[in-house]
């Protein structure tokens, strides 16, 4: 790259600021640009799409409104210390609320697990499918929160950019049995197999497989419990425009339609980056929100990687996609709550056909969202606004989505149809769907999946895209696919990371 053609870094009252570039506004990019702000860092969010959010972006059709993705949030502490980070309350602008029950897991059978944050409940409900498993279930919740403590209380925020990062927490991870599955681990606690899906699921919310993801994600069932799941009113867009808020509050801008086709190097150091269409914003470091794999194999494609070479992003482990369909009824299915669980009659051999043969099954395993049981404002009165979402084999697998949606949709409304929302298809008034193609071609992931990197052992911590760039300095990744991992919680605390590993912005200033 050649360095003379970056405009001038911008000064500031004659003072020069550093600039801070950060590709892509998904959660991790907001909560990282709010981060830098509030470190006096001069803070550019470029974002191709037409509105912020990634997968958390809000579309609106027929008068409903849909969050595209993220609908649980969990945690919210780590929203709390971003709005107060740059001098406000979250409360005065996100009204969250709790979730209870936090969700109902619907057997095929017809059998329905409710589950909730209040032990008591839990108990009696762990009791009612199986008497002889409550004693279990104690000491999981007990393993639970001692995982949530270490895992992601003590890791989930600290910088693991060395092996001897990863040799600290060694003693730590052997305690845990990090090696086992949390299926694995669920499976030494519970003996009825119904229970071991309800206690064994959680990763699937972060795009792992129960059965091959390491233990440690045995956290969230404590996080859950201890923090509470919650929903935004007016939706996860509430909070997305609310970082938005944030970050132009402290004077710094995102810019929407600006799509980075390049990061620019000079003398080993990222120095801006150049957009489709030619125009280069000059930087002192960059973030990039966008999926890891992209950023090395194709933002920095021209650069040498020693670590993230296109090997091996061709070998690495990809997470599994979603098929979404979005819709909206012209009447409202009032005995459906806000978070639904549907599993199929099949658990470890579908995840198998998703995860290992990549293969779209005939029976599905699906959550059903009805933000409007909390929510009716984001639905015209007396509808309902829905999402469906079924985890599906990523495009490693063979599937031809441009034909295979439409009887996928039709196959999951007669489902849906048929247990939950009867009549549904006559009373669908507005639909849309997402694919794999759209996570691949719209949020630019690479094989279309839907949270980045699998996580397994092998890609977890300091075998993760690192935080600070193992390739180039000045360039740091926040996001679903770096260090801690996907979903709320992970992303926003990839952003906490930054803190420890980008240094003051009177560093960059006086470089
Ligand atoms: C349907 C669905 C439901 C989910 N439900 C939940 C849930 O209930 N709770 C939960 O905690 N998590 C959930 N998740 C996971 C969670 O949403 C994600 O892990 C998280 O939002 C990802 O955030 P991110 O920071 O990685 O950025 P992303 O959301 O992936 O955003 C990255 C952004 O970068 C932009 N970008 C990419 N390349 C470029 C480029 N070259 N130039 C400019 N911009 C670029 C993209 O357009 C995008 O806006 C869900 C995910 C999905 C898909």
New binding site residues.
Partial sequence: MDAATLAAPPTVGGERRAHAVV???????LAAAVRLGARGFRVTV????GEP?????VFRQDGFTFD???????APFLLEELWSLAGRRFADDVTLVPMDPFYRILFHDGAVFTYSGDPAAMRAEVARFSPGDVAGWERYMRLSAETCRIGFEGLGHVPFGSVLDMLRVAPDLLRLRAWKSVHGIVAEHFRDDRLRAVFSFHPL??GGNPFSAPSVYCLIAALEQRWGVHSAMGGTGAIVRGLVSLIEGQGNRLRCG???EEILVAAGRARGVRLTGGETVAADLVVS???AA?TYGT?LRRHPRRRWTDRRLARARYAMS?F?WYFGTRRRYDAVGHHTILLGPRYRDLLSDIFRRKVLAEDFSLYLHRPTATDPSLAPEGCDSLYV?SPVPNLQGEIDWETAAEPYRRAIAAHLSATLLPGLEGEVVTSRVMTPLDFRDR??SVHGA???LEPVLLQSAWFRPNNRSEEVDGLYL????THPG??????ISSAKVLDAVIPSPERFAHA
Wanted: aromatic share 6%.
């Fill in positions: 590709i892509g506004s998904g959660f991790g990019g470029l974002e191709r799409l959010g990634g997968r958390a972006s595209a993705g993220p609908t649980i949030v969990t919310l972060i600006a799509e980075v929100n966008a999926d992209f933002l979603l979404v979402l949020l630019l839907a949270f980045g926040v996001g679903a696919g996907a979903g709320l919680p992970g992303v």
